[in-house]
């Protein structure tokens, strides 16, 4: 019965986008006031209905309900409840499903929340909205129902695959597609525009919110997708210019330079076509990660399950949508009126060089990702990874880095080359500083290692710049979101740089007892012990590792298991946090003269990597919070006014 | 516990430059760096310094131990790649067919600049 | 702004589903070709394998009649599928030689003795040190050696029943 009520629920849900589509396209065409206001509600109920279905799957679930075909294949009824809850979305049709009901919540929370923008805009942006949610249940229903029954029940599922039986699981993945959501929504508005030509400070102000909210998932989830990679794959690495990484990035690189861009739109009413052309950018760019890891066509590290017949699906979608905004953008955006002009030394002039730069990112990391496909055609097989993309990315990524510690301390419209120089005179001192201390420190480091240190230390203080003489308790809460985000990023650089230049390494055929050293660490394999698992049994290393005489010595206990079904062998890293970095084991073999393969890892302040990632995330978090309630008080106040 | 000991057992043998670093830490550093860089043949996803499967610690075999004997990490890679094409490095080498990739960046930064700069001087007061 | 310039975003989108669209008609190459197919074997001295076979040298080639050159082990399940083929191509006439990757003396004859031996010799590549050197990345693998020494052709994956006459051909082209 819930699985038929889910289904149900799902289709009903797919007919109201259909009609909410119907309504706002007719209503705007033949001017009907009717029908536009229709389509508030509808998109209300639609949200509702895809919200239920959702819900009913998840009760499946946990129900383990095995005569329904996907918790049969997904799950397990001895498995724990948050893996049996997190399993409704670790599978293909569940994930899809969850996208659906995000979006179509997002658009419900438009309708009710959505007063500022004129009503023309705002129609047609709910109409875009009902339009992508449409293929996404066409897909759902033709190809993938996640409410299939299975007759004759099983006996019990299939359990989940053991690389996924991890709370990054219940975790990871929904925060990467609120994202991908969020850009949905951000694209939605641009084709509102696009359609109504009004784009404008009101514009940016109503789609602000939308890629602010969306860049905050989308940060959270590579950087939790990094740490869990990290532990989890067993090998020290946290990023490795994969596919399935660059496809996450990309998205988060384009809702970057449209953050910054909107800003511009919204404060100075300039860089009108670029925004949009950013927005419909980032959302394709989501699409195009979204079909890049489901339908395999690059292999990758990661877990995924691919199939081509779905990939295919996905593209016709993306073709559909992306060309079809594309088409819209060259017909319409040919008038829309140009934005105000500007001055090259001046915010915005600075915000125009981080989106150029970002933009380049992007394209880099697009093309060395697809040109494997490329050469292919041209009959060569070619492998593109962390030298290329580090070598062409790294110097760009490092002058958007300085770029950034200036360009919050321009002043908007106009400032003076010598009034910049002064108030960047700290950070820079502090950066050269820290680069000669680094060089004396420790010659043989590479150059990007040196800058990226010296950069860092630059940009925590000019991040904190647009604090100074300021009423703390007086400055709005976005300025603090900006000045936290920006941190967060010198963070993570250091992390990545001393992680780069300073990590040891150390590869030995352990005896017992017998110390070996890597860093400051003296570590010490004193036994092995099989441990027994729920489904999987394991050889466990006990490691000790002191630091200098008489420290408190740490336990590590790497672990080689053996999942029984399906039938796989996992090495579990063992990791030790401490103030300045990780220590890192890994458990091998045991070769003929008994001794045991045992890798060690020191990496000083690399979690700093994952710290900066989330101070960005939070960053973002306090300004979307201080940009939505600032809008409020300005409404209330011009409402009081009136 | 003992099967799955023996199972352990015949997954290989540590003891040797598959498993463990060059005494010479100059030289295992340049082993370290061009590992990272070289794609393991069967696992594809990963670099030979970061795969568990055997025929990557083969190959990290033939590469500390070549670079163990005083060969250059460059010639070492193109070693390889005589036998296994531009596949095997993850640092595609600059051919007719690669130029376009080596060539992008700079493209796509003129490009950029130029954009952004005939917004800007058409817009400057 | 220029009026083309507007164009070129959609313009881009296009290549792109190109290039993603043929990939799906195509599926990606998951094996990875020598690429020393079509030039000299190179030298190598790989001892034996079994007790009264001798082992594989690079000097056994180059004898003026091409021979298959077989990467195979006793722990590779398609190297049990292929060896029927294997004795067929030898009861074709066909010399083959095998080089066993990671493997012992018991197991190969073991695997020997229940598969059959379509083996003229067989050398011991204990940590695939000849396997790398010939540009073979798995197993089993099958290359046709000209009678200068030289590889004429490469076969990855477990030999079909189909694809023995595409080796004799191969071995005939070969000559």
Redesign the interface.
Known sequence: MIAEAGLAALWLAAAMALLQLACAGLGLRLKQDELVAAVRPVAIVQGVLAALSFGLLILLFLQSDMSVLLVAQNSHSAKPWLYKFAGAWGNHEGSMLLWVTVLALAGAAIAVLEHKLDRATLTATLGAQAFIALGFYAFLVIASSPFTRLDPPALDGMGLNPLLQDPGLAFHPPTLYFGYVGLSIAFSFAVGAMVTREVGPVFARAMRPWILGAWVFLTLGITAGSYWAYYELGWGGWWFWDPVENASLMPWLAATALLHSVNVLAARDGLRAWTLMLAVVAFSMSMLGTFLVRSGILTSVHAFAVDPTRGSFILVLLAIYIGGALALYGARVGRVKAGQGFDLLSREGGLVLNNLLLSVILGIVLIGTLYPIVAQAMGQQLSVGPPFFNKTTGPIALLLVAAMSAGPLLRWRRDEANALLQRVTVPIAAALLAMAAMFAAAPGTGWMEIAGLGLAAGLTIASFAPLWKRNLLRTPLFTWGMVVAHFGVAVSLAGMAADSAFTSERLVAARYGQPYYVGPWRVVLNGVAPVMGDNWSAVEGRVTATRGEGSTPLLLTPQRRFYSSPPTDTAEASIRTRADGQLYAVLGAQDAEGRWQLRLWWKPFVTLIWFGGALIALGGALSLIGRVFRERRNTKRREDAE | ?SL??S???A??????F????IPDAAKEAQA?ELM??L?C???????I????V??AA??R??VRQKIAAGEQPQAVRAW?????????????PFSW??A???L??LL??GA??W??RG??K???? | MKRWLLWVPLLVFAVLMVIAGSRLLVPPQTVVKSALVGKPLPDFTLAPMVAGKPGVTRADFATGKPRLLNVFASWCVPCIAEAPHLMRLRQAGVEIDGIAIRDTPEAIGAFLARNGDPYARIGSDGQSQVQIGIGSSGVPETFVIDGRGRIAMQHIGDIREEDVPRLLQALEDAR
């Open positions: 516990m799955l000991l199972l352990v057992l997954a290989g043998a540590p003891a040797d598959g498993y463990v670093q370290a990272a860089e794609r043949l069967v696992c594809q996803g990963q670099s310094h970061d795969s568990d055997d025929m083969d190959m075999r033939i390889l790649v005589e036998r296994y094409g531009s596949y095997v490095t993850y640092d595609p067919t690669t376009p990739l080596w992008a960046p796509l930064l950029g600049l954009l952004a917004t800007l058409r817009r400057r007061k």
